[in-house]
């Protein structure tokens, strides 16, 4: 049964609508306490895609309980694993959430030389082409210690931005840096109307 969440400025109440099918997606949410129109989650936090990633899941678990932004929800992967390059059980996952920007999907990889790869994957090369430029301006914020660019891959069915973490950087550093990244992509959608 699909979950769809949101969040009420007006009680700050979190909150859950159940629908039966992805096809009775509602179109509006409402607080079930004061009835006013909730808001979707801006950006959505998916770790545990693939379970043997074990630091991406640890920092998945430790931003849940450490965030308290409300336009922003992290969640633990609970879906069908996927076959070799498709996504369709985690585009399906994604989709009970309907996050307004795109997901960031966790992983770890202990071969990388610098702290973390931001991959962008788009579903044109126009949209690769107008994420680009913001991609890189908050990797250079971080000196070298974020790789992004020839990372861009196109001509996939979901949107999502893959975030991988060298485990070498520390619990503490990936969190941080998955705070700033989500906060730098709502920043983006907010006040100059970038949808990443």
Do not use: W
Request: glycine fraction near 4%; charge should be neutral; charged fraction near 30%.
């Amino acid at each position: 049964m699909p979950i769809y969440k949101g969040y009420c400025k007006n009680c700050n109440q979190k909150f859950e609508v159940f629908v039966r099918s992805f096809h009775d997606r509602p179109e509006k949410i409402y607080c079930p306490e004061c009835q006013n129109p909730g808001e979707k989650s801006k950006i959505l936090i998916v770790s545990g895609y693939h379970p043997n990633e074990t630091f991406a899941l640890r920092v998945g678990e430790d931003f849940c309980q450490k965030n308290s932004n409300p336009n922003v929800q992290a969640v633990e992967y609970t879906g069908k694993p996927d076959r070799k390059t498709s996504t369709y059980n985690l585009r399906q996952f994604i989709e009970n959430f309907d996050p307004v920007i795109s997901p960031i999907i966790l992983h770890d990889d202990d071969e990388l030389e610098f702290d973390a790869a931001i991959v962008y994957c788009a579903k044109s090369k126009m949209e690769r082409k107008r994420a680009l430029r913001p991609l890189l301006d908050f990797a250079s914020k971080y000196q070298g210690l974020i790789a992004t660019g020839r990372f861009l891959t196109c001509n996939i069915k979901c949107t999502l931005i893959d975030l991988e973490l060298n485990p070498k950087m520390g619990l503490e550093k990936a969190r941080e840096l998955l705070e700033s990244f989500s906060e730098y992509l709502i920043d983006l959608y907010l006040t100059k109307g970038i949808k990443l």
